[in-house]
């Protein structure tokens, strides 16, 4: 996003309220530089165009074998049933070959490595940081709007907020449906494991530190995401899920 030239509020920003799922065309510069070096590194160049077609074709058996589910999610997101499925494919196709422990840590790799061009323009953050007011104030705003227009992707169960806190507990998340619908829970962790690379990245523009002790596809009830202001968040050790 390029900055504006007049400070606004945060509630005129573009992507405010909008779905988390909805990734602005500026979160993709850059990406598929990214997915290319890590399949190179992986597959050597002409490893990738034999892995390429292997994705395809489990594709197609994926889409044949969950026929139904695949239809029930494109109900829900017409274009995330199309980027969940080839995810999956991908995954399927490593762990047939290696492991899925092997499978799952290199599809977390990509993810995370886009990680560094999604949360930026997934909070609009050279605008953000122009808007009227205090930076973490803002960022709490535009969290609950992102969080409640995120209906297709979450169904947030409660928001607790407070001067130097917010909270946000969710107890339906949609990677872990689609993980359930076509067999494969790892899926599911992976947009935990992207929020885990995202935040950190953001969190001195926004003055803030994320915390989150649990998460729904990591074995836990809910994800409970919590954002604090620097240097309000609990001390000593500890380890986000």
């Known amino acids: ?15 405010y309220g909008k779905s988390i799922s909805d990734i602005p065309k500026d979160a993709m510069k850059g990406q598929g530089k990214i997915i290319f070096r890590v399949f190179r590194k992986k597959f050597r160049f002409f490893g990738l165009f034999p892995f390429a077609f292997q994705v395809l074709k489990e594709r197609r058996r994926l889409l044949k074998q969950y ?12 274009k995330g049933a199309v980027e969940i499925t080839m995810m999956i494919s991908m995954f399927n196709t490593i762990a047939q070959k290696e492991s899925r422990g092997t499978a799952y840590e290199f599809v977390k790799t990509i993810f995370q490595g886009l990680a560094k061009h ?15 007011g205090d930076i973490f104030v803002n960022y709490k ?54 929020d885990l690379a995202g935040y950190p990245l953001i969190e001195d523009r926004v003055n803030s530190t994320f915390r989150r002790p649990c998460t729904i596809a990591k074995g836990d009830k809910c994800c409970e995401f919590n954002f604090y202001r620097k240097g309000f968040e609990p001390k000593g050790e500890y380890e986000n899920k």
């Open 1 to 15: 996003m390029k900055k504006t030239s007049q400070p606004q509020k945060v509630e005129q920003l573009e992507r």
């Open 141 to 194: 705003k535009f969290n609950i709007a992102l969080f409640n227009g995120s209906t297709r992707d979450f169904h947030v169960q409660r928001i607790k907020e407070s001067k130097n806190h917010l909270r946000i507990i969710v107890d339906k998340c949609l990677n872990v449906e689609a993980g359930k619908m076509f067999d494969c829970p790892e899926i599911a962790k992976l947009g935990c494991d992207v």
């Open 67 to 78: 026929a139904n589910q695949y239809q029930e999610l494109r109900k829900l997101t017409p």
């Open 118 to 132: 999604a949360y930026p323009a997934l909070y609009q953050l050279n605008d953000l940081e122009l808007c009227e």
